[in-house]
């Protein structure tokens, strides 16, 4: 069945405890706060609420001015156009001769954008959640977003230089039905920064050369731009995860900030890309960790 596309997103407002929200375990409180108009906080709260194809294809630029009286405000869920069919469940990953086709290039190029626009959402739904956290670190989200919004605009292009569109093909909210579990800032960096967004270095390498081998070049390059941008996000990911937890990222700690169940073995590649995380911030001995990490440790 499928699920609805356009039902309101929750407004609920939780506040919490400042300091916990940061590193530790935090209590939501639900309160009654929405963001004033023209600021970041207003911006970022349309942008995941919106229900409009076009806007969250293309939102105007964010305004500069921060909201001085913002609350923590915890999104669950996002708006979503009715173009959009929701998927119940992912679609298999197309093999090296699927691939030469272009409906099905088409279509991973689709699911990789829909994880772009999870993830400028997510970016948005973090900095509203967490105010009391740096600005350093809001503003770093904002500028991520940002990024993203440029990623799915080249991977729009290229769906069209196929021959097909955003919304196409079912998407799956895969992302915002496990990064809303994280209450903390810290948490959110471990799963979204280093997790996931590490996962993508590694991704997006792969299908690179997927796409070379089945002739489609432009399609490779997109997606080694989109890939090396990626970089400075996990860089992001990475010095956050020491600032805010006060320890050096191992793969120990990092495992501790997951919020369980999450695995590991979701937020790598095959094969890992080394170098592509070692630019990012990662030491060698992570990434080694996270290589021979199996799921019965
Ligand atoms: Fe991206
Ligand atoms: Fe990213």
Known sequence: MRPPTSAAPSTAAFKRSDRRAMTGHATFVRTMWS??????????????????LPYKLSPPPPPKEWDPSAEPLVLTHPGRPEELTLAGRGTRTPGRDALRRPERRAQLLHTFLH?????AELMCRTLLAFPA??????QGLLSICQDELRHMEMYAEHIERLGFRFGGFPVNDWFWRRVPETTTALQFVALMGLGFEGANLDHTA???????????????????????????????????????????????????????PLSPILMRGNPIDREARARAGMSGAFTEALFRFQPTQ
Do not use: C, M, N
Not at 35 to 45: K, L, S
Not at 133 to 138: E, G, I, L, N
């Open 35 to 52: 963001p004033q108009d023209g600021t970041i906080e207003a911006w970022a709260h349309r942008y995941v609420t919106s229900d409009e």
């Open 206 to 260: 792969r299908f690179a050369e997927r796409f070379d081998q089945a002739g489609d070049a432009r399609g490779a390059d997109v997606q080694r731009r989109i890939g090396q941008e990626e970089i400075p996000h996990v860089a992001f990911g990475v010095y956050w995860f020491e600032k805010l937890g006060h320890a050096p990222l191992t793969f120990d700690t990092w495992r501790a900030a997951l919020p369980s």
């Open 115 to 119: 994880h772009e626009l999870q993830a």
């Open 133 to 138: 956290a740096p600005r350093a670190f809001r």
